[in-house]
């Protein structure tokens, strides 16, 4: 339904009618001149169709979706997510202040 890119250019996150939000980025290696794209992570899973996910410009990995249900929800990378893009992606991470180091989001 719906794709943003980080505002820094670095990976991109989508939405779709299949209830998810899947992060995708660059996987770099030293024998691949070019990175190729995988899945990181499902950051969330909705019990509704989503349909749109923006970047907030204001905070450093910060993603807004909106989904069938009419209501805005805001997320923001935990420290385990910001370590895994570094390592993986090597992205270089912007401070966003304290983050708690990881998430648990319970069962719909």
């Known amino acids: 339904e719906d794709v943003s890119w980080d505002p820094q250019g670095d990976y991109i996150v989508?939405?779709?009618v299949d209830q998810t939000t899947r992060l995708f980025v660059p996987w770099r290696d030293n024998e691949r001149q070019l990175?190729?794209?995988h899945e990181l992570a499902?950051?969330?899973i909705h019990g509704y169709d989503l349909h749109g996910?923006?970047?907030a410009s204001n905070v450093p990995h910060r993603i807004v979706s909106c989904a069938d249900?009419?209501?805005v929800r805001v997320f923001d990378a935990p420290?385990?997510?910001i370590d895994s893009l570094a390592?993986?992606?090597r992205v270089q991470t912007r401070n966003g202040g304290a983050r708690p180091s990881g998430a648990l989001q319970p069962e719909l």
């Open 14 to 16: 989508s939405v779709s």
């Open 35 to 37: 990175p190729t794209w």
């Open 42 to 44: 499902r950051p969330q």
């Open 53 to 55: 996910i923006a970047f």
């Open 69 to 71: 249900e009419k209501v």
């Open 79 to 81: 420290q385990g997510f």
């Open 87 to 89: 390592a993986v992606a």
